[in-house]
C-alpha cells in the first residue's frame, strides 16, 4: 500500500552535500513524510561506508528539523531503489537537478521507474550556487588533497571533520595523498 505523502529522495549521498541539502529543505513542504534513502552505486568506489553516510546525513537533517516541514528519516537499502520505494510505500521519489545533462538522464530514469512501479518522480532543480556541487566532484577533491577550506563551501561540518580524519588517517588514501609534496615523494 503507497502512503500518499510519503516521498523517498535516493541516492548515495557519498557524501552529503549542501546541494543535496538544499533540494530536501526545499520539497519539505510538498510531503508529510520523506526518507532520505542511502544506497550503494555498483559503479562508485565509496569514500565513506553507509554507516557513515547515514551517520552524517542524521546529524544534517536535524539541523533540518527545527524548520517547520516534513518529517525526515534516514534509511539505507541495498539492491534496486524502485523495490525499495515501494518495500516503504513510497508514492514519489525525489531528484535534484543541477543542469539539462542530468534532467535527461533523470527524465528516463523516471518513466522506466514509473512503467516498473507507478511511483512518480518530483524534480527539483538546485538552487543556482549548488549548480556545479556533486559528490563525485568533493570525492574528486579530497582525494587530490583539497584543503578543508576549498571543501567548505561544498559540503556541511559534519562531512569537512569526516573529510579530515580520511586525510589525517595514514593507511587511507587520502592520508597518503596529504603525506607526499606532489612529485610522490614523500614529505
Do not use: W
Not at 578543508?148 to 595523498?177: N, Y
Request: with cysteine; net charge negative; glycine share 8%.
Amino acid at each position: 500500500m503507497t502512503d500518499r505523502h510519503l516521498a523517498i529522495y535516493t541516492g548515495s549521498f557519498d557524501p552529503i552535500t549542501l546541494g543535496h541539502l538544499d533540494v530536501l529543505s526545499r520539497v519539505r513542504g510538498m510531503f508529510d513524510r520523506i526518507v532520505l534513502a542511502i544506497g550503494r552505486n555498483p559503479d562508485k568506489r565509496p569514500l565513506f561506508t553507509m554507516e557513515e553516510r547515514a551517520s552524517m546525513a542524521r546529524t544534517c537533517i536535524a539541523d533540518l528539523a527545527r524548520v517547520d516541514g516534513a518529517e525526515i528519516q534516514v534509511e539505507t537499502y541495498e539492491g534496486l531503489t524502485v523495490d525499495f520505494a515501494r518495500r516503504i510505500g513510497a508514492c514519489a521519489m525525489i531528484r535534484g537537478i543541477r543542469n539539462v545533462t542530468d534532467l535527461a538522464g533523470e527524465s528516463q530514469l523516471a518513466i522506466t521507474n514509473r512503467k516498473v512501479t507507478g511511483i512518480e518522480t518530483v524534480f527539483i532543480v538546485s538552487g543556482e550556487e549548488y549548480a556545479y556541487t556533486s559528490s563525485s566532484l568533493i570525492r574528486q577533491m579530497a582525494s587530490l588533497g583539497a584543503s578543508l577550506e576549498q571543501l567548505s563551501t561544498f559540503v556541511p561540518a559534519v562531512v569537512l571533520e569526516a573529510i579530515r580524519e580520511k586525510q589525517d588517517d595514514p593507511d587511507h588514501p587520502f592520508g597518503e595523498i596529504r603525506r607526499t609534496d606532489g612529485d610522490g615523494s614523500v614529505e
